[in-house]
């Protein structure tokens, strides 16, 4: 008869202890590696902007203003759409982006240069008036 070994029965086993096949742990380890390197989602959100932005520019009559930039923002615009066309997603969120950016700045600029037009409109009126006032200090009549 066999003696019994009770170092075995009463030898606890850590419950984090690999049960796991080394054949399974490279298979989940090719798998994250697979997850992490596949293709970029397509920049639809900042296609979106891009187009938004060109649109509000576009409602605020830039053109008028800064017609360079919003040409160079539709250009940009362009150039995404193509570089989602060949699948180069990067340079797509990319190109997205700078033609969001450049109709925002284009907007922007637009806004600067009708306030500097009311700003000058506004002064020529000072002036105006101020000439008037000074004939009307002095007596003469207009």
């Known amino acids: ?14 419950l984090c ?22 293709a970029p989602e397509s920049p639809s959100s900042e296609l979106l902007a891009a187009e938004r932005a060109i649109g509000n520019a576009e409602r605020a009559q830039v053109i008028r203003y800064t017609s360079i930039e919003l040409n160079t923002a539709r250009t940009e615009l362009n150039a995404a759409r193509s570089a989602v066309t060949a699948k180069n997603m990067p340079q797509a969120q990319r190109l997205a982006l700078q033609a969001q950016l450049i109709a925002e700045l284009a907007l922007a600029r637009a806004e600067l240069l009708k306030a500097q037009a009311v700003n000058q409109d506004m002064q020529q009126s000072i002036d105006a008036l101020q000439q008037e006032a000074q004939r009307n200090l002095s007596g003469v009549k207009p």
């Open 17 to 38: 202890a690999p049960t796991i096949g080394k054949g399974w742990l490279v298979l989940a380890a090719a798998t994250m590696l697979t997850a992490c390197a596949s």
């Open 1 to 14: 008869m066999k003696t019994p070994n009770f170092e075995q029965w009463f030898t606890v086993k850590p």
